[in-house]
């Protein structure tokens, strides 16, 4: 999982705002996972890709919209509509067709 | 969907002595089942897996088993160490499907 990044490390974001966090991979893997995590809770699906320019909507998508225009990338953007985006967002890889998956570093996001 | 359940929320155990997870899920027909160590502020690592045509899978000093008909599978951890405490997630998967996660089990080994 070395080769999964995440960036920026941490993140603010003001009120209306929209930011995009980045998440690339190295590992030729086709599947890429966004998760949200909160203080005591599970992982949770935002959004996954299992094909370049293929994505579907998770368990909470809402708010969040992503893009898969190369295999190595796919950034997750919180738009203003996520009215309570504060979470470490992690995102993960895998192979096609394996259900075993590897996590980046994660990004910490915090409202101003 | 699946839903996956851990028990308990937090374990505490001495060091040297063994802890054990256990995960329900819901759906029989899952069939990957991992799971991942999370240490304070960093990300999910894999520390084993298994699938469901295995009953139990070891790897030095952690092991995996899978009740199939009960629908549980355990984590076990003998000889605990210091460093053995964190986070620690359990998910259940069907082929080509996404993973449901746990919301966690805290160990906290107490030298």
């Known amino acids: 999982d070395g080769g999964i990044t995440q960036s920026p490390k941490y993140l603010f974001r003001k009120e209306g705002q929209n930011v995009t966090l980045s998440c690339e991979q190295n590992?030729?893997?086709?599947?890429m996972y966004w998760y949200r995590q909160d203080p005591g809770q599970g992982l949770r699906l935002i959004y996954y890709s299992q094909i370049v320019n293929d994505f579907q909507k998770g368990d909470i998508a809402e708010g969040y919209s992503v893009s898969r225009e190369k295999k190595e990338s796919f950034p997750l953007t919180v738009t203003s509509a996520q009215k309570n985006p504060t979470a470490f967002y992690l995102c993960?890889?895998?192979?096609?067709?394996?259900?075993?998956?590897?996590f980046g570093p994660g990004t910490r996001l915090l409202v101003l | 969907g699946e839903n996956v359940e851990q028990h308990p929320s937090t374990l505490s155990v001495q060091e040297g002595d063994s802890a054990v997870i256990k995960c329900t899920y819901s759906?029989?027909?899952?069939?990957?089942f991992p799971w991942y160590k999370q240490e304070l502020g960093k990300r999910p690592q894999l520390i084993i897996d298994i699938r469901s045509n295995v009953g139990e899978k070891k790897d030095q000093r952690i092991a995996v088993t899978l009740n199939k008909t009960a629908k549980h599978f355990s984590l076990h951890i003998t000889e605990t160490q210091p460093e053995d405490s964190a986070v620690y997630f359990c998910a259940a998967s069907k082929r080509n499907n996404r993973l449901a996660f746990g919301k966690g089990n805290q160990v906290v080994v107490i030298p």
């Open positions: 590992l030729n893997h086709d599947a």
């Open positions: 993960a890889s895998g192979q096609a067709g394996q259900e075993t998956q590897y």
């Open positions: 759906d029989s027909a899952s069939n990957y």
